[in-house]
């Protein structure tokens, strides 16, 4: 009954607070793969392109970002903007460190991290397209946009799909390293709660529970893209 009051919603609960957080966390995750799958395209399109300064460019953002661990990449991302804000404050003279916006900082840093991840996905997509369906469009004399709308996208999204899942979920673990500058997730507010209570196991095991949720609606939603993405279409024996 103990755990109950204390993850419940009365004056001394702290269940609103973790739902709070936990939407939190919901909306630095989807904010973080938008901005991933933003640049998921544009190294995939890179990667594709004639020009070899574009292909390198590719090349070296997925082999950096991949190799750089995502802790140390927030951490540049905030202290970094941090101190160009700080120079622009005392430009204008104010004086002292300036912090930038956590969740602004955070959910580009998990962006950048994860659309490396997300352009080695959609380049395999493209890759395991059917040739002949793209030359029989070219044949028909399809530009190259309305041969992207009408062939290549449809078919590279359907092979996409399930890796861009397992890229939401890395996200989703991803979000939990934003708590040390300072946002105020689950994660976060799991540390809060156990320092404030000294009841550590209660917090973290119901921040485990929560995200596991999360992972569990998710992944019914991306399954379920999935299944429609295939429907029309036969599989093989």
Same mark, same amino acid.
Request: charged share 10%; aromatic share 12%; hydrophobic share 50%.
């Given at each position: 009954? +103990? ?5 419940? &919603? ?10 709070? *957080? /936990?939407?939190? /966390?919901? *909306? ?10 933003? &640049?998921?395209?544009?190294?995939? #399109? ?8 574009? @292909? /390198?460019? *590719? ?29 622009? #404050? ?23 991290? $994860?659309? *490396?991840? @997300?352009? @080695? ?8 397209? !059917?040739?002949? +369906?793209? +030359?029989?469009?070219?044949s028909y004399g399809m530009g190259s946009f309305l041969l992207f709308r009408r062939i290549i996208l449809p078919q590279a999204a359907r092979y996409a799909?399930?890796?861009?899942? !397992?890229?939401?979920?890395l996200v989703l673990k991803e979000s939990a390293l934003i708590s040390v500058i300072g946002l105020v997730e689950l994660m976060r507010q799991a540390q809060?709660g156990s320092g404030s209570t000294r009841q550590p196991f209660s917090f973290y095991l119901t921040a485990a529970a929560l995200y596991l949720l999360i992972?569990?609606? $998710? ?6 893209? +999935? ?11």
């Amino acid at each position: 009954m +103990e755990y109950f009051q204390l993850m419940g &919603f009365g004056p001394d609960g702290w269940g609103s607070d973790m739902l709070k *957080a /936990t939407a939190m /966390t919901v *909306a630095v995750t989807f904010c973080g793969f938008a901005t991933g799958l933003v &640049f998921g395209c544009l190294g995939a #399109a890179a990667s594709f392109s004639n020009s070899r300064i574009l @292909q /390198t460019a *590719a090349s070296s953002y997925t082999t950096v970002l991949r190799g750089i661990p995502d802790l140390l990449v927030i951490y540049l991302f905030y202290f970094g903007s941090s101190s160009v804000i700080s120079g622009v #404050a005392s430009f204008f003279g104010s004086g002292g460190f300036v912090s930038a916006p956590a969740f602004l900082t955070g959910a580009l840093a998990i962006g950048v991290v $994860s659309g *490396a991840y @997300q352009t @080695q996905v959609l380049r395999g997509a493209v890759l395991a397209l !059917n040739k002949g +369906e793209v +030359e029989a469009g070219r044949s028909y004399g399809m530009g190259s946009f309305l041969l992207f709308r009408r062939i290549i996208l449809p078919q590279a999204a359907r092979y996409a799909l399930p890796g861009v899942g !397992n890229v939401w979920q890395l996200v989703l673990k991803e979000s939990a390293l934003i708590s040390v500058i300072g946002l105020v997730e689950l994660m976060r507010q799991a540390q809060v709660g156990s320092g404030s209570t000294r009841q550590p196991f209660s917090f973290y095991l119901t921040a485990a529970a929560l995200y596991l949720l999360i992972t569990f609606i $998710s992944g019914q939603a991306f399954r379920l893209a +999935e299944v429609r993405s295939m429907r029309g279409l036969q599989r093989g024996v």
